[in-house]
């Protein structure tokens, strides 16, 4: 669906040439309502409607003349499309499926400089969890940011010839490969290594109890729910800092609400562990880092399964299977079917299960801890 615009002024960069178009506010509507199509049609490709797979149905398709995509552009985006039917139908073999979903995109700014443009829009989509096997949550969703370019023909007419990802993190509707971190090493010891977790189905039952002993497992998944979205001020916010973004750094406050105590000791010691508003250990917004420090701690220990998560449990990716971890995440939920779902920051995500997480990187590794 196509949400309101915010309209904001023109920054173009210098004196305007006379024969550059103008980008008035009607035009700048458009950017916004072409964002929210793209989304949109990428969003309604995962949803069990088979009557939105046909070229008529696409949203983009719609748009001509004054702003529409370019022809480059839009052989991407019949490429994502694909990709994302692709994920649909994997997720259908997992037994997952979405009954239907919404998307709606804000314009935050544009930038104009002669006949270039660029648009920031937010993308925020939530999708609904058809009952499959009766326990899931009623729905999944995130927000995510972008940056679309722009280009003016001669005509004055403007075409969409480029879209990028700015968050650091992973999208249900994210046709693209990740941003994948750079390894990091310790200092003066071997760090440990985590075990690689299995994504098969037959996981054998590893129960955790999650009413008793140290920790607080519903009020990690409490603190997961209430900031998956938002960002609590008593933090700093890593989003857009380079990959990895503020993805452990929010594990590390929900594990934090849930019990676990600082550790302090210099920020770069990865055998530490601490997060306040003025200072933060790497082991608390590091990727690599918290795996390390969790696992020399013994705060938790790996599993061999991922689908034996539950509640308070963490879950961390290698997209490209190089060695060194890219993201990190939290369990807020465990369906009685044995799936687990997970909420987690860059791009902002909640209750995304694992199925579509292994539906949409089956070429990753997976780490599991249980906490």
């Known amino acids: 669906m196509v949400a309101g615009v915010a309209l904001v002024p023109n920054w173009s960069a210098g004196a305007a040439v006379t024969d550059d178009p103008t980008v008035d506010a009607a035009t700048k509507a458009t950017f916004q309502k072409l964002a929210d199509a793209v989304f949109t049609d990428r969003t309604q490709a995962l949803v069990d409607d088979s009557g939105r797979h046909g070229e008529h149905s696409k949203l983009t398709s719609h748009f001509s003349g004054k702003v529409r995509l370019s022809g480059t552009q839009a052989h991407a985006e019949d490429s994502a499309l694909s990709q994302l039917r692709g994920r649909k139908d994997r997720l259908e073999q997992l037994g997952e499926r979405y009954s239907s979903a919404s998307t709606s995109v804000t314009l935050n700014a544009t930038e104009v400089k002669g006949r270039h443009a660029k648009a920031e829009v937010t993308e925020t989509t939530t999708l609904t969890y058809e009952k499959v096997r009766g326990n899931e949550p009623k729905t999944t969703g995130f927000q995510a940011h972008h940056e679309l370019s722009f280009q003016a023909d001669k005509h004055g007419n403007w075409q969409l010839t480029g879209i990028k990802d700015t968050d650091d993190g992973v999208a249900v509707n994210q046709p693209t490969t990740p941003t994948v971190t750079e390894p990091a090493t310790g200092d003066d010891d071997s760090p440990p290594a985590a ?63 849930g019990g676990w105590k600082h550790v302090p000791g210099y ?10 508003a003025d200072i933060q250990s790497d082991s608390f917004v590091g990727v690599n880092e ?3 420090f969790a696992l020399s701690s013994k705060r938790v220990t790996s599993l061999p399964y991922v689908y034996q998560l539950d509640v308070g449990d963490v879950l961390q990716m290698d997209f490209n299977r190089d060695g060194s971890k890219d993201h990190s995440m939290i369990v807020t939920y465990r369906s009685p079917q044995g799936v687990p779902y997970v909420s987690y920051h860059s791009t902002n995500t909640y209750n995304r299960s694992v199925a579509s997480l292994i539906a949409s990187y089956p070429n990753a590794y997976y780490y599991a801890y249980r906490t």
């Open 290 to 292: 918290f795996s390390w």
């Open 267 to 276: 920020t770069n010691d990865w055998h530490k562990w601490f997060g306040t």
């Open 195 to 257: 075990t690689r977790a299995s994504t098969s189905r037959n996981a054998p039952a590893k129960a955790k109890n999650l009413t008793s002993g140290a920790y607080d497992y519903k009020a990690m998944a409490a603190y997961a729910q209430k900031y998956w979205n938002k960002y609590n001020p008593d933090y700093p916010d890593f989003s857009g800092q380079g990959a990895g973004g503020d993805c452990t750094n929010f594990v590390s406050q929900s594990l934090k609400a």
